[in-house]
């Protein structure tokens, strides 16, 4: 059923798979957890609901319910904790730390992905790419550029270990990487080289990553606008907007915001008003919807 949830979230959007996770934790998954079982059994049960409380967690936290996300979280680290399950207690600290990043608390992030790390001395080198990777985004945000890009050749080192096998929940891939060379690039200034390392991440994310897509589309169109790239920062808010238009999701919904706020500041050029013609169009859609 995890699984499932995270095929949603990327195909449809936090909006629609949240509200299924929530109702399926309160109505099945915490009958089962409190259930006569062998310890065995128990054990993987716990596990198990610690992955989805996570993952629900991290939903919360994508669609900024910032304090919903924290209580899932704390609540996953219990049950990891409860089923000896290192992963996903590591994981867990990993998106307390990507939380904390995305409201601007650069040691706290670095403090909980140095957590995350230490929390995981035997883990295989995809999830050591994907803890590390979130280490050289705090790193980069409290300005340490040695350390932020050490960890990131500690992440493309352990990415290069990797088997091929990704998890759905909690997984790393290139796409991902890319995704944090171009924020630690941001972070240290580098904003041509973030923008750059952006469109790495997207030539290599899965077609499928629809709201991973929509997010990294609107960042990117962000800091071409920043750099007074125009019309390619139209041309990538144009791609934002043809998954945008079918995917509900709160952090899409920020980043329109922002385009509008883009195009209102800029309506003279040709591309900037076909772009606002579109937005009004897909504006409307969702008013509709």
């Excluded at 994981?91 to 601007?104: E, F, H």
Aim: charge should be neutral.
């Amino acid at each position: 059923m995890t699984d499932h949830i995270a095929g949603i979230l990327d195909e449809l959007g936090g909006g629609h798979a949240r509200p299924m996770a929530a109702a399926f934790l309160a109505n099945t998954v915490m009958p089962w957890i409190t259930a006569d079982a062998t310890p065995q059994v128990r054990e993987q049960m716990l596990a198990a609901a610690a992955d989805l409380v996570y993952l629900t967690g991290w939903m919360a936290m994508y669609e900024r319910a910032h304090s919903l996300g924290q209580r899932y979280f704390v609540q996953a680290l219990g049950l990891a904790g409860d089923a000896q399950d290192h992963v996903t207690y590591c994981r867990t600290l990993r998106g307390m730390a990507l939380q904390a990043s995305n409201l601007g608390h650069g040691p706290k992030a670095l403090e909980l992905a140095d957590s995350a790390a230490e929390a995981a001395p035997s883990a295989g080198p995809r999830l050591v790419a994907f803890l590390r990777g979130q280490q050289a985004h705090g790193a980069a945000m409290v300005k340490d550029r040695r350390l932020a890009f050490a960890r990131l050749r500690e992440t493309e080192d352990a990415l290069s270990r990797a088997d091929g096998r990704n998890d759905a929940v909690g997984g790393y891939d290139r796409a991902a990487y890319e995704f944090h060379v171009s924020h630690v690039l941001a972070e240290l200034g580098d904003l041509p080289g973030s923008i750059q390392a952006m469109h790495r991440s997207n030539r290599a994310r899965p077609a499928n990553e629809r709201q991973g897509r929509v997010h990294a589309n609107g960042v990117l169109a962000t800091r071409q606008w920043q750099l007074g790239h125009v019309e390619a920062a139209c041309a990538t808010w144009d791609t934002f907007l043809d998954d945008y238009a079918t995917l509900s999701t709160a952090r899409g919904d920020e980043h329109f915001a922002a385009l509008r706020a883009h195009v209102k500041a800029q309506p003279g050029t040709r591309a900037v008003r076909q772009l606002g013609e579109r937005v009004q169009a897909v504006a409307r859609q969702k008013t509709a919807a």
